[in-house]
């Protein structure tokens, strides 16, 4: 079976004359759907649930993204627009891009749009870019467009609540945060994997950990070899850049 857009139809004939393959040219996810629903009614499957009842099979389901966006200090942008569009261009060029959908917040989310965008979409995997302070809190607008931070404790009260829902999906939280190893640490106990960044994260320097983060997750959905990938491309972009040279930062990783 294969599901090639009709972009790709030259890369199809290739295969079916030179190895003089037979296709079935329907959406992966739609023949995996038929083949499980015909397995339950053959009694040939059975349901196994990983950690917060989050099933790894997600079959003939779209793998949903919310990036959520709160830059409440003009003076002092973090580059959401750039981190987004970074990884969208990684999931557009990807064979596998159907598969995946990105939902982009307002730039200036607030601790309610926070909530509600992961609510409504019951995504899993949320992206959370943010300005991280001293005292392991993320800052947001509130609905007077003043600036106000959300708390670690805060935080963990949110997530504890969304992922106890019988629709949640949720399975890694990503922070790309100064100083956001507590935020991940806290709430790692309700999903699978949170990554934090210890010390400040330079503007340029999410999208890169970003891209290479995406680019092995939108091959083999491997949260773990996904976090290696990102630091490898951070590591690489990092390297022989004088001004970085005294900054102490790095992702974290909790599962």
Known sequence: ????????????????KAFNFEFSREKTGDFIKM????????????ATESKQGISDARVGEKTRIVYIASNPDITNPIGSDNEF????????????????????????????DLIQYIDDNKPHIVIISAHGNDNNELLF????????????????????NLTSRS?????????????????????????NYAIGMYGPLPVLAAPE???????????????????????????????????????????????
């Open 1 to 16: 079976i294969v599901y090639f857009t009709k972009d790709d139809t030259d890369t199809l004939d290739f295969y079916e």
């Open 35 to 46: 083949l499980y629903q015909k397995s339950v009614s053959e009694g040939l499957t059975f």
């Open 85 to 112: 569009d970074r990884i969208e261009t990684v999931r557009k060029s990807h064979i596998n891009r159907d598969n995946f959908e990105m939902v982009k917040t307002k730039r200036a989310s607030t601790i309610k």
């Open 167 to 191: 629709t949640n999906n949720l399975e890694c939280i990503i922070f790309s945060c100064c100083r956001s190893e507590e935020l991940a640490e806290k709430v790692k106990q309700f999903v």
């Open 209 to 255: 950990f970003a891209e290479g983060f995406f680019k092995t997750f939108f091959n083999e959905k491997n949260y773990m070899d996904a976090f290696e990938n990102g630091k490898l491309y951070l590591d690489q972009f990092v390297q022989g850049k004088k001004e970085w040279k005294n900054i102490d930062f790095k992702p974290l990783l909790y599962k």
């Open 141 to 160: 607008k509130d609905d007077v467009q003043e600036m106000v931070p959300l708390s670690a404790a805060g935080l963990e009260k949110i997530f504890k």
